[in-house]
């Protein structure tokens, strides 16, 4: 606990915070062992193993692989250290939640004080709740969780939440378009807040601009008109702002043809989005698909899904893995997958970064019903 006080207030006195936060959650990134290795996880031995334990509601990003399960086309010593990271982690009281949205099962009150780690969650708790999150890095949330404070600095004072310019966006939005949305808007600021104006939201919008726009922004949050619970008070406070507009024509893609599978869930697909897929394999009498779907979603989606629903989806070809962020995973690789497409520009950033898969854009129910009527 002293150590990680130490931790707190040095970082602290390194971005000239003015005082200490109590923090209400925090939400640990940094959890797999592709990209944690061997230092990551005798960082966390060293840590759990001196009796440390998280003093505040902390849970936990995805992982290399899903939790428990050893038959993964993923070499052995990778699952076996992955499973060790996740239960140091669990030992130190973090909740076992292994996704990237727990803002789908937490509902932050805005002007709340969290220390999250994983920048599509900052972003959406930053814009939609209005509850006040730095982006802050995996380690760091680990010595935050422990000592339940976080330096005030950053996006925790109200006057660096003020948009300094408003976008003003011309178009009609899916989720491709909100993902490739969020990459132009970061693209076209130097890191100041965004005031978004445009109506027509709906969450699966919001989850798609804001993991990309926190993907390619610096600063993990946008007021977004209509959305923020305090969006007029921000705005009441803009002085002299730029003006942007992005029209529709600069969110224009081309619908790829050839790739080895279709893959949603970056952030961590929804019940809605996973029914929507549903819908559109109902529609065709739940007929196989040539390549297969890939769905990255949550334990807690997948357990409410049934037994026999996800029985159906994998003999559609149809494969929902939990726990697991694909991007630090070499599940897809594992699989024989070298390029997919999907809707997430999150994804196709980091995709062929991290795991060397090629990603292309396409909105999956289009794709979907090309596949099932090319039959
Ligand atoms: Fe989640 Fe991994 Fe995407 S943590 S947001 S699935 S990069």
Known sequence: LAKALETVIKVGEAVKADRLLDVDTVHVSGVSYLTIGDAGLEFLRDISNSGARFRVFTTVNPAGVEYGNLNLPVNETFIRRQMEIIDYLSRMGASLWLTCTPYEFIRPQPGSIHAWGESNAIAYINSVNDAYTEKLPGPFTIMIAIAGKVPRFGLYVEENRVPKVIVK?????????????????????????????????????????????????????????????????????????????????????????????????????????VMSIVKVLERHGYRRLMKPLIVSTSRFI?????????????????????????????ILQGLGIRSVVTPSSKAIFYLPRLVNVNAMPCSIEDCLESELSDH
């Open 169 to 273: 966006v011309n178009a009609r939005l899916t989720p491709v378009k909100a993902g490739l949305l969020g990459r132009i808007t970061a693209g076209r600021l130097k890191g100041e807040v965004p005031f978004i104006d445009y109506d027509g939201w709906d969450k699966q919008l919001l989850k798609s601009f804001l993991a990309s726009y926190a993907t390619y922004s610096p600063t993990p949050l946008a007021v977004i008109k209509g959305v923020n619970p305090n969006w007029r008070r921000y705005l009441s406070m803009v002085d002299k702002p730029d003006l942007i507009t992005i029209d529709d024509a600069e969110l224009r893609y081309e619908q790829p043809s050839e790739y080895d599978a279709l893959f949603i869930g970056c952030p961590h697909a929804s019940l809605e989005e």
């Open 302 to 330: 997948k357990s409410s899904l049934g037994i026999e629903l996800i029985n159906r989806l994998r003999e559609a070809n149809v494969y929902l893995i939990t726990d697991t962020c694909p991007m630090v995973s070499p």
